[in-house]
């Protein structure tokens, strides 16, 4: 029996497991690789070197099994709750009081062939996380909502070479969107 189940072995499940861990409760993590491995380069998590995202989670690992977390590789695949918490993985089933999930949040998947490849190493889905990597080079984001200009919009402190890239689909936006991106001179390319 466990005081906390932690489900997903990214970095909020392994800091989470440090501070239940040194707060006393016997913790585990159940989860699958994270989407974080297959980063190039992280240079935005304070007080790190720059690092692959599997260093990152490799050195998250070892601090977590430092203070005696267990960690599962597996993924859940069902959670009841009785007196205790029941979480089932396809392997065991494992019994705890409380239960934290920090899977984050899945991503749509793009039919584009070999996107997979270039994951981190120059696709990326986050401007916020990593514009930085992209300052004054051409850049292109890929999308047709208003999403996708408010991607546009953040690239713009970071890059003067956007295009709007639809994947063949027409822009669906709203007036505001479509104004800014006439004003700004942003291209599409459908």
């Known amino acids: 029996m466990y005081d906390v189940i932690i489900i997903g072995q990214g970095p909020a499940g392994l800091s989470a497991s440090l501070y239940t861990a040194r707060g006393g409760l016997k913790t585990i993590i159940v989860g699958r690789e ?3 491995a297959k980063t190039d380069m992280v240079e935005n998590y304070c007080c790190s070197e720059p690092m692959s995202g599997r260093r990152l989670i490799e050195k998250g690992i070892q601090q977590a099994k430092k203070v005696d977390v267990d960690i599962v590789n597996g993924e859940v695949i069902g959670i009841k709750k009785d007196n205790d918490f029941e979480v089932k993985t396809s392997d ?9 999930i920090a899977t984050g949040k899945s991503r749509k998947k793009i039919n584009i062939d070999g996107m997979e490849r270039f994951e981190g190493k120059g696709v990326h889905y986050c401007v916020t996380c990593d514009g930085f990597f992209y300052l004054d080079k051409r850049v292109g984001v890929l999308g047709f ?6 991607e546009v919009m953040e690239f713009q402190g970071i890059s003067g070479h956007v295009t709007l890239y639809t994947n063949g689909k027409e822009p ?5 969107g479509s104004k800014y991106l006439q004003e700004k001179g942003i291209r599409i390319n459908k």
Not at 145 to 150: K, L, M, P, Q
């Open 34 to 36: 994270s989407i974080l």
């Open 145 to 150: 909502n208003d999403y996708a200009v408010h």
């Open 92 to 100: 065991d089933t494992y019994r705890g009081k409380a239960v934290i």
């Open 172 to 176: 669906e936006l709203d007036t505001e």
